[in-house]
DNA sequence: AGCTGTGAAAGAATTCACAGCA
DNA sequence: TGCTGTGAATTCTTTCACAGCT
């Protein structure tokens, strides 16, 4: 498996069996695997086997299995893994090594709440800056941050060094905000907000919206609430 | 097509194709089309073909094509979809012709932006009710409610008819609530906790995790950094 | 004996390519 | 002619089942 459409000869400075790409539906599994090992490193747990770290992330042991083999042979047979080796590895194959600077267009509620919410620095992501367009909330306060003019954008992405954005404003200005992004450098944005936006090839762009997510639950609950398909 | 696994007889009160089920990744891209579909009816445009519809979706025409077959034949060949239409028949597909109710539990900076956010009531989704546990919190007005203590979360609920809640609260006691929320016959929750959340069968639940999309990016940013793979 | 790592099989999703209708 | 709707081919994902270490 090492090697298929690669040359047979190792790859040099190996971090394990890395190098290789990972499926993406493999990689959205990691970070669930990641979450749930940190917690068990938190509780003091210090092995755990394929079987019950599936269930403790909610999938088939065969499916973190495989997942696992992308990244790399880091567990035992007959025992289980190290968590806290585990855990290292998949943040390495995951490029958390390093911390990554984030900065949030957009102070609004969704904004404020993005830049306060603890969880991005506990997982390698610094908030470095915060942007809105309202002269009335530039200068305020935002947990440790103070909010920057978005006319300021270029000036204070490249300041701060921000390799990440996160598009947290209306759909109207969404994409003229995204193409200043792009154009100041940055490759990954993750946008909030509730339009398909345009972007270059090598620009990573997700995004994560909240009214699809309410629609496909109205999906499954119209289904279960119809009578019929008795099988 | 219109039978593979039920017997060959017309389904009786049927609206269009439907009745079979829609696979999952088609749900997804369904809401899609349907805000794209009421940007365009927004500024006035009456048909679409395949190829732009999913140009401005961001798909493949030929995803699109299937996608849409799932919920039914709508379109004229040689011309192409009536934008209004459509819109109908994939709301309809998607349940939404009636509205949802939901209730926020959690109020939150991430709880108080979901329950300002506009893109709900727009979309068939009715804010109903808010929570906290935090007795400083409660009693305070939130966009067009009250924040109601999670202590009477069974009360409200059934008073308020809640069919949907979101949970926008710490991981720490997240599986409680979600407890209580399920016990007390909802069966559509949105999850902004970062955990695992455990469900019984019969419950739908779909989690949002804004740490897991930028994890996501990092690692196709490490990818795109890295000298190695030229091809 | 027990649990990982992985080929091989099965199942989904996507893309292709074209028949069929306006 | 032009664009939809859809079988067939392809690619991606998941599951199975067991060989290989400890």
């Not at 019950?52 to 790399?72: M, N, Q």
């Not at 042979?73 to 806290?84: A, I, K, L, N």
């Amino acid at each position: 498996m090492t090697s298929l459409d690669s040359p047979p000869q190792a790859v040099p400075g190996d971090t394990g069996a890395a190098g290789k790409q990972i499926p993406p539906a493999a990689v959205a599994r990691l970070t669930i695997y990641l979450r749930a090992l940190n917690s068990l490193l938190a509780e003091g747990i210090e092995r755990v086997s394929s079987e019950s770290l599936a269930e403790a992330s909610g999938v088939s042991s065969s499916t973190l299995r495989k997942d696992l083999s992308h990244v790399g042979s880091y567990g035992t047979r007959g025992v289980g893994y190290e968590v806290q080796y585990l855990s290292r590895h998949i943040a390495a194959a995951l490029g958390l090594t390093h911390d990554w600077k984030v900065a949030i267009v957009g102070a609004g509620n969704l904004g404020k709440a993005l830049a306060r919410y603890g969880g991005f620095e506990s997982r390698g992501f610094d908030v470095v800056a915060i942007f809105d367009a309202d002269q009335m909330v530039v200068g305020n306060e935002v947990g440790w941050l103070r909010v920057s003019d978005v006319a300021d954008l270029e000036t204070v992405l490249e300041r701060t060094g921000a390799n990440m954005v996160v598009l947290a404003l209306p759909a109207a200005v969404a994409q003229s905000v995204c193409d200043r992004v792009v154009a100041a450098g940055v490759h990954s944005i993750l946008s909030f907000a509730p339009v398909m936006l345009q972007v270059p090839e090598d620009v990573n762009l997700r995004k994560v919206d909240m009214a699809t997510e309410l629609q496909i639950l109205a999906y499954h609950a119209q289904r279960a609430q119809t009578p019929g398909q008795p099988n």
